[in-house]
């Protein structure tokens, strides 16, 4: 009779049995998961600086990493540009995009005698009165551009829309305190623009965006207050590159009766 084929095997440690196929298949996931451990897949890209921009080879696509500005830039086919980190657009947006401008009135102030300042006007039925506010505290978190100009006139209370290209938009919000001599009265609150320079000189001059405030239905001689939002889109009869060429508006109040005023707080919103 011929020899009948064997097949060798190894024990392992808790008994169980493996075929020699199978033994060294294991051995070789083991040797590539060794291998993989210690393997980096990693592309790194050349490092340069600013200065060999200009004189090593440009592809488009290209990568590498500036190690004079400690960032990464890619070649555009034109040009090279950085590579913003998640803090760095964060950080743009702030700085070049959006931002706000807040006024607040002496009515927020935790003493009772600096609030007790806050002015309190009359204001006459069926007549539009422009807002004026006594700051207690400005904050200015708008984009550079407008920060360097400083677009609030608190002499005027008037916001300017200098530095803010044409397609850019505004938010304004405004927050008021009303007390009406009598019953059943409502109130609207509107932006009076004057436009740019270069409007201005064709023959428009001023145009206004309005919203409705609040009805004042709930009796006389009581306190009625609320917010008015109004957003407005900066066209080319708005834009302008700085606080002399560029549109402004002031903030404008009407009621159908005789009523206290008291001004609270402005927000101006700026999207670029």
Known sequence: MGRRNQTSVSTSDDGATLDVNQSASVSNDISRQETDINTSYEVRPDVVVTSDLDIIEKEDGR???DDTDNRNKYWDGSKWISILSEDDIQDSVKEDIQGYY???SKW???????RAENPVVEILEDTWTKLEITPLAELDETPDAQKALGIFDAADNRFSLGGLDSGSNIVMRTLVRLR?????????LRLNFTTNSATQAGGLTNFTIESQLFNMTQGADRDYQDESI???FVGTTLD???IASAGSF???LFSTVDTDLEVLAFTLYINK
């Open 63 to 65: 990568i590498v990493f």
């Open 102 to 104: 807040t006024v607040i």
């Open 108 to 114: 927020y102030s935790g003493d009772p005698a600096v």
């Open 180 to 188: 009406p001599d009598v019953d059943e009265g409502t109130a609207s």
């Open 230 to 232: 109004i957003t407005a």
């Open 240 to 242: 302008g590159v700085d």
């Open 250 to 252: 002031t903030m404008e």
